[in-house]
């Protein structure tokens, strides 16, 4: 009889016992931490320092007429690109024209004229050697076929330089570059010296880097330099420092300079990005930022591992592009906490979302 009372009670108080190991489970549950995890990588991190600048033109000439003239046709217009050899401009060479054909015929009239003196100072060599006429006869015709020989020298360099002048009413630009003033127009008449046009040169500039003087002990010449500029934004140009001026400007900056050479759409005036590269870790431990969090003891990562979070006391290195060095307390493939790492503690049951890549 007491053996089947002992076996009605159990039957009756075991779905009571199931139902309140069933809600202590699910409390459980419900109070684990959502959190989404990665593996620490490694990767390589730079050492730099960036700044601010501004780019110069090395190469911006001013171009002006050579010789006085009126301006026909102008071909270059401010703004527009131009290259090395390209006709920008036309300027009237009637003048030329006619002093040319002046000069050739007075080349033609002493060429003339010293053929005949070349017949004379012959004639008058041969009436020598029969004694007709005396050697101061023969001595004058040789110098006035002399004179005649230095005549044409000067006529023939006086059409060099008139031709040489009319070449220069066709103005060439001098470079590859850009019109950054247009000046004249057609119908201004221009003395010689006066300036036609502005040319901005894009082959070669040179980046002006101010960085603080406290920076100044970390560079020197020939250290690598990453430049970027807004009007090419898709470009990175790397090159090496050239030169750091010594004297710290009024604002309490260095000027490093860096060239640029060859870089189609890089601007002088414009504003520039420099990296300057100090060095490197070549296999550094990362975790996302996220995963870093302060705590009384310091700076932690919470390593997941079978659903609970382990506090990991960490120091932590370079931070670029949303990840955190950790040089102390983790190692690479290691699973840790990313999103919800703040809500943790040690040893907190955690939920698993997705995964995050740092």
């Given at each position: ?172 630009s001098p470079i590859d570059g850009k019109v950054e003033k247009q000046i004249v127009s057609p119908g201004d008449f221009v003395k010689q010296g006066d300036s036609l046009f502005q040319l901005i040169g894009t082959q070669k500039l040179r980046a002006h880097l101010p ?148």
């Open positions: 009889m007491n053996k089947l009372c002992m076996l009605l009670a159990l039957a009756l108080l075991s779905p009571g016992c199931a139902k309140k190991e069933e809600e202590k489970n699910q409390g459980a549950a419900s109070s684990a931490t959502l959190v989404t995890v990665t593996q620490s990588q490694t990767r390589k991190l730079e050492i730099f320092e960036q700044t601010i600048g501004s780019m110069e033109s090395l190469v911006d000439p001013g171009i002006g007429a050579e010789v006085a003239a009126k301006v026909l046709k102008v071909f270059a217009h401010a703004g527009q690109e131009v290259k090395k050899g390209q006709l920008i401009a036309i300027l009237d060479a009637t003048d030329y024209a006619l002093q040319k054909r002046e000069a050739e015929a007075e080349i033609a009239r002493i060429e003339a004229l010293l053929a005949n003196q070349k017949n004379v100072v012959e004639r008058n060599q041969r009436l020598v050697q029969k004694n007709f006429i005396s050697q101061t006869a023969l001595d004058d015709a040789t110098t006035q076929q002399s004179a005649l020989r230095e005549q044409l020298e000067a006529a023939r360099a006086r059409l060099a330089s008139i031709e040489y002048n009319s070449s220069k009413t066709q103005v060439y960085f603080p003087e406290g920076v100044a002990a970390k560079l020197r010449p020939g250290q690598t330099v990453r430049l970027f500029t807004p009007t090419v934004p898709d470009q990175v140009y790397t090159t090496t420092i050239k030169e750091i001026k010594p004297l710290i400007g009024s604002n309490r900056a260095m000027d490093v300079i860096a060239d640029v050479v060859g870089q189609n759409g890089w601007q002088g005036g414009a504003s520039v990005n420099g990296k300057v590269i100090l060095g490197e870790h070549a296999q550094a431990v990362v975790v996302p930022e996220a995963s870093v969090v302060l705590r009384p003891a310091g700076e932690v990562v919470y390593v997941i591992k079978d659903k609970t979070a382990a506090q990991r006391i960490v120091k932590t290195g370079l931070r670029q592009d949303g990840v955190v060095e950790i040089t102390e307390g983790l190692g690479a493939g290691e699973i840790v906490a990313v999103d919800g790492a703040a809500y943790l503690t040690d040893k907190a049951p955690v939920n698993l979302q997705q995964s995050s890549a740092p």
